[in-house]
């Protein structure tokens, strides 16, 4: 895209997903090719900005700020490096239909100048607000910055409409309202914004999970005794970055005694024989992420492992079975079983054991499917959406548990599964 393709210019074309519902969902290499029309950034970046702008109208808000990284790259389509993710340095600015502004840390904003033509030059600029509340308020740049901001707003006639904000500083919040800016909930719009991917994001969800697959046929032959939980993060981790991984956000490596309760963690344990295990692989393919779980047991398996494998498959599969467009989520939350049918005091302290949570460039969007919210506070199931399904269900041994998590994405007719690590029978690494 040139500078004459600016994003003020979009159209209403740059809203359609483009999506290519066929046989099978394509897994592409992850190099540019001639002899295949693979991602189109472009057209990616078009229809995230065009969601954004059409979630912002149907909103009370006229503008929107941004300190999640998420969201700025979602807008503006910018990132600079994984450190970034909780130092909330950045931030970007939409006004109506303008193009996004970015104040950018530092030199990043010259970068973005040279590199990033889809954003107008000087829009990209330098700047930074608390780091955290490492700068002082005291400092005046928060003062500084809402001052500048204000003046932008009011620039673009937006100056009487609130200022939706996704988080920020406490003394952030402050300090737009001194300049007499009225701020709600901006989360709330860009997550409406995220909810149904196009085409493009489909497919680097689906090549995410491709990695994923290569991971856990690693795990399957590395997985027996002596080897340390931590081992298995350690060569996940490498094969993932080898692969092409932007981040490692996260990968759970949990055995024996401590399946159940599930700690979401991992230690230095040492895998023992008959041990179940499981894992999550938690990371994120040019920012579109996976969360993937998979079980398994080291060169045996006992009745009371396999009885809970077997459960936690049937919760998946009735769980998958239910997902099409129209459905709404209490329907699908409805057939996992209740908290205290499988050992916890309420639907609290179960919460993200049975669960559904949206995937794109964060690990949890929408839909979140649970008991604990689901019921009561249903949403629709729409067509593009992509979300994780997971189970758990403790072994009757008291200390054993499985794990199960499928990702899917909603078609126009069902859904289509994308993570491929055979998940159907207990996968038994090493067997003796």
């Known amino acids: 895209m040139s500078r004459a393709l600016l994003p003020n210019l979009l159209t209403p074309k740059d809203l359609e997903p483009n999506w290519e519902w066929r046989d099978r969902l394509p897994a592409w290499g992850h190099t540019s ?71 950018d840390f530092g030199s990043a904003a010259i970068h973005h100048q040279r590199y990033s033509d889809w954003l107008e030059p000087d829009h990209c600029l330098a700047g930074v607000v608390g780091m955290r509340g490492t700068i002082p308020p005291e400092f005046g740049l928060m003062k500084k910055y809402a001052k500048q901001i204000a003046g932008l707003i009011r620039d673009a006639g937006m100056g009487d409409m609130p200022v939706g904000v996704d988080y920020a500083e406490t003394a952030m919040f402050h300090a737009l309202q001194e300049e007499g800016l009225h701020v709600i909930d901006g989360q709330q719009i860009m997550l409406a914004a995220r909810e149904i991917k196009n085409w493009d994001e489909i497919q680097l969800l689906t090549q995410a999970a491709a990695m994923v697959d290569g991971v856990y046929h690693m795990i399957y032959e ?18 993932l970055y080898e692969m092409g991984s932007d981040d490692v956000e996260a990968i759970n490596a949990i055995s024996g005694e401590r399946c159940n309760p599930h700690p979401h963690n991992f230690t230095d344990r040492l895998i023992r024989p008959g041990d179940q295990a499981f894992f999550d692989i938690l990371q994120s393919y040019q920012g579109y992420r996976t969360c993937y779980y998979r079980t398994f047991n080291v060169g045996r398996a006992t009745p009371a492992q396999n009885d809970a494998y077997v459960k936690a498959r049937e919760w998946i599969d009735a769980s998958i079975a239910m997902i099409k467009p129209g459905v709404s989520t209490d329907k699908v939350a409805a057939v996992w079983p209740k908290a205290e049918d499988f050992g916890f005091p309420n639907e609290d302290a179960a919460f993200g054991l049975q669960f559904g949570h949206g995937l794109g460039l964060a690990l949890h969007e929408r839909p979140i499917i649970s ?62």
Not at 392 to 415: F, K, L, M, N
């Open 371 to 432: 008991r604990a919210v689901s019921m009561e506070h249903p949403m629709e199931i729409q067509t593009g959406m992509v979300f994780a399904l997971e189970t758990y269900c403790p072994a009757a041994d008291g200390y054993s548990a499985a794990r199960i998590e499928e990702e899917v994405v909603v078609t126009e007719t069902g859904c289509e599964v994308i993570s491929l690590f055979p998940a159907e029978d207990l996968p038994i690494a090493n067997r003796y």
């Open 33 to 103: 090719v001639d002899f295949e029309r693979r991602i189109d950034h472009d057209r990616l970046r078009r229809y995230r900005l065009a969601r954004t702008r059409q979630a912002l109208q149907a909103s009370p808000a006229g503008t929107l700020l941004l300190f999640d990284v998420n969201n700025i790259r979602y807008v503006s389509a910018t990132k600079i490096g994984e450190w970034e993710r909780d130092k909330m340095c950045r931030f970007c600015l939409l006004t109506g239909d303008d193009s996004p502004y970015v104040w």
């Open 222 to 239: 590395e997985l027996k005794p002596g080897v340390r939980e931590s081992d298995i993060v350690a060569l996940s981790n490498k094969m």
